[in-house]
């Protein structure tokens, strides 16, 4: 492999990584040896710093790792003081919709009711504060209960849960329908 290409390739696996890699490993990944991984690294580590780049390669006891330049922290943290807003998934959206309507609900209610499982998307709304903990089930297993919060109102703009829209019972029932065909249609594979 050409130098250019084992360059861009050290550097796609410390990008990736993030934390620091062992120069064995680099070394393993590219298939070269040690010494000419280490030389590889050096070259790629002097070059960023000749250009001034915003990225540096650190060496770390034998390992080695990309990072951002100290010089450009403030902009990082000019940033950084901004967050951008999450934006919800369909996935994450209809499982929020289950836990608004159905409240007190249980993982696994609202997995046999979307169908598949949704620890993701329940992390992710507890993460952006839109779902909490309400407590624990008096049940096998003590499966934890969630419910909405005062975020979630204030991101749907709603002062309680009996402002949330009514479901239409045609539309209900159409659902079921639906969902109902769906069911059959894994049973039948």
């Known amino acids: 492999m050409e130098i250019k290409k084992l360059e861009a390739a050290i550097e796609a696996i410390l990008f990736t990584m993030g934390d620091s890699v062992e120069l064995g490993q680099i070394a393993e990944a590219i298939q070269q040896d040690k010494e000419t991984t280490r030389k590889l690294l050096q070259n790629l580590s ?3 710093n000749e250009e001034e780049r915003g990225l540096q390669i650190i060496e770390l006891e034998q390992a080695y790792q ?3 330049r100290k010089e450009y922290y403030e902009y990082l943290i000019r940033l950084a003081m901004h967050p951008k807003k999450p934006a919800l ?4 959206l209809e499982t929020l919709s289950i836990v608004a309507y159905k409240q007190p609900v ?6 046999k009711i979307r169908g598949v499982k949704c620890d993701h998307a329940i992390n992710k709304l507890v993460e952006y504060e839109l779902i909490k903990e309400l407590g624990r089930l008096d049940a096998p297993g003590r499966p934890i209960l969630f419910g909405t919060t005062e975020e979630f109102l204030r991101c749907f703009g709603v002062q309680g849960l009996e402002e ?6 045609v539309r209900l029932e159409d659902f079921k329908a639906e969902a109902e065909e769906e069911v059959q249609l894994k049973l039948d594979i």
Do not use: F
Not at 89 to 92: G, R
Not at 106 to 111: L, R
């Open 106 to 111: 249980t993982k696994a209610e609202i997995e």
């Open 66 to 68: 990309m990072c951002t």
């Open 46 to 48: 002097d070059r960023y």
């Open 89 to 92: 998934t369909d996935v994450m």
């Open 164 to 169: 949330l829209p009514s479901v239409d019972p």
